[in-house]
């Protein structure tokens, strides 16, 4: 069974970049055709779709975010991150990683705080 | 404001059937299939429900979903007090070449 398993700094300062990794277990990012992906969560809110992407390149973002997100995978570690430069509190939020596009797995999550 | 419009709340007592809707438009559910996600109080989301109406292994035939035009709806028969949770439904959307919307979710209460 597939696990997914976020990490990164829980603080980043505003400006700066945010960078998550998520760790699969129990699966293969190169198999199944499965894009893997993030989605975060505002604190007391509901869910905001980052994007996603498939190892041999096929990315989709959130438009709201197109320009500060990056998502990509390597394949040598079992792994894909995101990043997001420019942060603001605005970006304060758990952040989940996903397998697939209908969202059938999912990482516990990770709370990253912007703050100086 | 989120693009696809859910409840903000719902209950039922334990035993009852209770529904939530999940409305959309032409971009949206109009076109494209629906899921649900079960989010227990300080844990991930969960798939519930994909591609309109299937259930995933493990999730009780007590959950069924359902899709009509630009509206979709989950039901769950038999509430029980671990249903106690907040749902989303969610799909794709084919403007601004496309993305994933979420609806604003619904907090069900078991009375």
């Known amino acids: 069974q597939v696990q997914l398993q976020e990490s990164g700094p829980g603080l980043v300062k505003p400006s700066q970049t945010l960078s998550l990794t998520c760790t699969v277990s129990g699966d293969s990012v190169t198999s199944g055709g499965y894009y893997w992906g993030w989605i975060r969560q505002h604190p007391g809110k509901g869910l905001e779709w980052i994007g996603y992407t498939y190892y041999r390149g096929n990315t989709y973002y959130n438009p709201s975010l197109k320009s500060r997100a990056t998502i990509f995978v390597d394949t040598s570690k079992n792994q894909f991150s995101l990043r997001l430069t420019s942060v603001t509190a605005a970006d304060t939020a758990v952040y989940y990683c996903t397998r697939d596009v209908i969202f059938d797995s999912w990482g516990p999550g990770t709370l990253v705080t912007v703050s100086s | 404001q989120s693009v696809l419009t859910q409840p903000p709340s719902a209950s039922g007592a334990p035993g009852q059937t209770v529904t939530i809707s999940c409305s959309g438009s032409n971009s949206n559910i109009g076109v494209n299939t629906v899921n649900w996600y079960r989010q227990l109080p300080g844990t991930a989301p969960k798939l519930l429900i994909y591609?309109?109406?299937q259930r995933p292994s493990g999730v009780p035939d007590r959950f069924s979903g359902s899709k009509s035009g630009t509206s979709a709806s989950l039901a769950i028969s038999g509430l029980q007090s671990e249903d106690e949770a907040d749902y989303y439904c969610a799909a794709w959307d084919d403007s601004l070449n496309g993305y994933v919307v979420f609806g604003g979710g619904t907090k069900l209460t078991v009375l």
């Open positions: 591609l309109n109406d």
